[in-house]
């Protein structure tokens, strides 16, 4: 898998998880809503660490709970 498909699932699990809709994050993130559409679809090949920063602000965790999934275990991503 991508790094980008990585993230937006992340991003979808943590969203659900919370219960929290993309409008709700951008509310309590500042991120864009488009921003945010398009990381969970996947429209950028890649993204600014500055963005899950904030993203992960608005979903009240830190980039270590972000990153700690095994989505991101280096057996799962392409090179």
Do not use: W
Request: glycine share 6%; with cysteine; proline share 5%.
């Amino acid at each position: 898998m991508q790094l980008n498909e990585a993230v937006s699932r992340r991003l979808v699990e943590l969203m659900q998880e919370r219960g929290m809709t993309q409008y709700q994050l951008y509310m309590k993130s500042g991120v864009p809503k488009s921003t945010i559409g398009n990381l969970v679809n996947c429209a950028y090949p890649s993204m600014k660490l500055r963005i899950i920063h904030e993203l992960c602000q608005g979903l009240e965790i830190d980039l270590s709970s972000f990153f700690a999934s095994p989505l991101f275990d280096e057996n799962n991503l392409e090179p």
